[in-house]
T-cell receptor, first 112, second 113 residues
């Protein structure tokens, strides 16, 4: 089972920031939070990941709470092309194994 | 840098037929993954390779699904015989090593009639 919970959907206006929440209350100390997105009929696209600190790259920012039980993905200036399903995932590493368990994700709709 | 390549992109077969999918990972990536994504759901891991060895195939329905990565580079996933419920997108991903970021290919969309 996925270790994360996300709302099923949200929308935002084009040009505004999109803040996508994720809860992962059972996360362990060495488990990473990953975000992927999937645009219709394409494979999942890696966005960003983090462990404890906030992270930023050219696509997005990841804010992780101090207790690590939740995080927020921020798309600073959403465009219509950001309409997609966004998956928040806790990567579980056990010995020689490393697993991403996807949930249903959150569908982000960017409106003009 | 070229991404993960998959072929074919689409396949339509009748139930009880067999089908094979091919994946070429990002150059130099030692770890390769096959996922199944049923419509409306997130991808589900089927099998994971490290070089040419299987790391995890606990979710692979071994009575009909098989996968190999003989030379530790590209991989094939086979279904024999196919069932209606195998209709899905089959995604391949690769990572530099275990416990590294996974990058996905475009997927193969399978329809079983």
């Amino acid at each position: 089972d996925a270790k994360t919970t996300q709302p099923p959907s949200m929308d935002c206006a084009e040009g505004r920031a999109a803040n996508l929440p994720c809860n992962h209350s059972t996360i362990s100390g060495n488990e990473y939070v990953y975000w992927y997105r999937q645009i219709h009929s394409q494979g999942p696209q890696y966005i960003i990941h983090g462990l404890k600190n906030n992270e930023t790259n050219e696509m997005a920012s990841l804010i992780i709470t101090e207790d690590r039980k939740s995080s927020t993905l921020i798309l600073p200036h959403a465009t219509l092309r950001d309409t997609a399903v966004y998956y928040c995932i806790v990567r579980v590493d056990t010995g020689a194994n490393s697993k991403l368990t996807f949930g249903k994700g959150i569908t982000l709709s960017v409106r003009p | 840098e070229a991404g993960v390549a998959q072929s074919p992109r689409y396949k339509i077969i009748e139930k009880r037929q067999s089908v094979a999918f091919w994946c070429n990972p990002i150059s130099g990536h030692a770890t390769l993954y096959w996922y199944q994504q049923i419509l409306g759901q997130g991808p589900k891991l089927l099998i994971q390779f490290q070089n040419n060895g299987v790391v995890d195939d606990s979710q692979l329905p071994k009575d009909r699904f098989s996968a190999e990565r003989l030379k530790g580079v590209d991989s094939t996933l086979k279904i024999q015989p196919a069932k209606l419920e195998d209709s899905a997108v089959y995604l391949c991903a690769s990572s530099l090593q275990l416990q590294e970021t996974q990058y996905f290919g475009p997927g193969t969309r399978l329809l079983v009639l």
